[in-house]
C-alpha cells in the first residue's frame, strides 16, 4: 500500500500559559525605586567596586554578593544604536523606533531601552529617561517610557 | 584526552524555507540516515545518541528529543540533548566529542535541527529576551545585530564601512551557488545589498539570513574504529567552548571576549600559533553579513579593526588564500539549532575533501566557529587530517 497522502495536513495550535515571575531581590529593589522615586538604582559590588545596572545580587564580574546600592544616572550616554524599520508581534512602540543600549551615569554597565526615532541618538550621544507620570507608573522597567537625546535632533 | 576523536560521516538536509511533507522527527531522520550511510554504518551500530535543539518555542514542542530519539533508532541506547542558544548545534558535536575522547562511547550520533516554518521565529526569538528586564523592549535578532554592527562600525570608522558588510553578503550568497544544500544561492552586487529594505539599521535585508527548515548530524568515531570506517577522517584537534554574561549590556559585542577566549583554548588544544597561517578554511556563523568580519577579528584572522580590509583584500573568497564559508554560511541558510553544526560538518567536510563543488583543495586543517544566546555563547571546532 502507497502511504504518501493525497494531501498535505497541518494542524493548528497554541501553546498558552500565564506566568508569574518573581523577580528577585535587586530587580525588585530598582523598580519600586523607579515606580515610587522616580530614582535609578545600580548594584554595587563589595569586592571589586563595579556599578551594574541591571541590578543582581551577585557581580558577573568577580563572583561576589552585591548587596550595596548607589544612585545612577538619570542620564547617560547612548553606547549603540539600531533603527527597527518595521512593525513586528509584540513591538514595544510602533515602528520606525530605535533600539538603544544605554549607560547610565555612574554605571560601569549599560542597559538596552528604546528611544524615538531622532536624529539625536547616536553614539556617544547624552539622552536622559523619561519616566511615566507617577500614578501611572507600576514597577517595570516600562516605567521609563524611553530615553531622548539632551541634543534633540530633526524627526527624520 | 584519553583518545582521539574523528567526525566519519555527516548528513544534511536541502535547505528550504518551507519543508512541508515531513514532521521534526522525520526531518531529523533523514540527515541522520544520511549520515550513518555516508559512515557506513547502521542505526544499531551507534552506541549513544546527542540531539541538538533550540528553544522549544520555535516549533511548539517541549521535550523534543521524546520523539526524534526513536526516529534516529534510540531506543534501548543512552540519548541526552543539549541546548546553548544558536551554538547548540556546535555544543551538541562537541558533547558528542566528549562521549567518545572519555572511552565511554566508540560510535556516536548527533543530529541537530530546526523546522522555523512550523512556528514563528521572530516571536520566539524575542520571546528569547530575559522576562524580568528586556523582554518588553525585544526586537528579535536583528535588534541585537544592529547594536552590535553599530557599535562595530562606530569603533573602526572610516576603515570599516556598511559596504565591506554588503562585500560578506555578495559573497557568500555566491559560495551558496555550488553548495547543494544551500537555501539562498544568490548573484547579487554591492549596490544590490545596499539599496535592499532597511531591517536594523545599519542592517539591510540582504545583510540578514533567512530562516530555514534543516536537519544535519554527524558520525563521530574512536581512532580505533574511525581508521577503519573511512581513509580520511576529520579528526577533532581542537575544541573551545565559552560563556558569558547573558545580559547584551556586559558583553563588548564588536569583540567578545567569549569568542576570544574559545579560540584561545581551541588553538591551545590543536598547537595552532598563528591561525590565518596555519589553518586553510574557516566557516564563521554570520547571521548577519558583519558578524563575519567581527568573528574573524575575534578568532585572530585578522588585527582588530582590520576585518574590512580583510574582505575587500578578497583573500576570504573561494580561490583566496583563506576562504571563509565556502557553503555559502549562515547567510544562506539558517536552520537554527542545526546552523552551528552545520559550520562543523562543512569544515569536517572540506577536511575529508568530500565537499564536492565548494571543496577548497588540500585542506588540512579548518576551523568552525558558532554564537549563540546574546552573544553570549561562543564555540570554536578544529578539524585536520592527521592527528
Known sequence: ?156 | MTRSAAIVGTGQTKYVSRREDVSVPELVREAAMRALEDAGLKPGDVDAFVIGSAPEIFEGVNYPENWIGPALGASGKPLMRIHTGGTVGASSTIAGFYHVVSGLFDVVLVAAYEKLSDGNAQYGLSACYDPLWDRDFACGAPGLAGLQARQYLARHAPEVTEEHGAMVAVKNRKNAISNPYAQLQLEITVEDVMASAPVAAPLKLLDCCPTSDGAAAVVIACDRRARKLTPRPAWFAGVGTCSESPYVPHVDMAYPESCVRAAQQAYQMAWIYEPYKELDMAEVYEAFSFQELIWSEALGFCAPGEGGKLIESGRTAMGGEFPINPSGGVLSANPIGASAMIRQLEAATQVMGKAGDHQVPGVKKALAHSWGGAIQFSTVTIFASEI
Open chain 1, 1 to 156: 500500500m502507497d502511504l504518501k497522502p493525497p494531501e498535505l495536513i497541518y494542524l493548528e495550535g497554541e501553546t498558552r500559559c500565564n506566568y508569574h515571575w518573581a523577580t528577585g531581590g535587586a530587580v525588585a529593589a530598582f523598580l519600586s525605586a523607579i515606580r515610587d522615586h522616580g530614582k535609578l538604582l545600580g548594584a554595587v559590588c563589595e569586592s571589586c567596586g563595579g556599578v551594574t545596572v541591571p541590578p543582581q545580587t551577585y557581580c558577573e564580574k568577580c563572583g561576589s554578593s552585591m548587596s550595596d546600592w548607589r544612585e545612577v544616572g538619570p542620564g547617560g550616554v547612548v553606547m549603540s544604536w539600531t533603527r527597527i524599520a518595521d512593525g513586528y508581534e509584540g513591538a514595544p512602540l510602533e515602528a520606525p523606533f530605535r533600539f538603544v543600549l544605554v549607560r547610565l551615569a555612574g554605571a560601569d554597565t549599560a542597559m538596552v531601552h528604546v528611544a524615538p526615532d531622532v536624529d539625536g541618538i547616536k553614539v556617544g550621544a547624552t539622552v536622559s529617561p523619561e519616566f511615566k507620570p507617577e500614578g501611572e507608573r507600576k514597577g517595570a522597567v516600562t516605567d521609563i517610557r524611553w530615553f531622548v537625546p539632551d541634543a534633540m535632533g530633526g524627526e527624520e
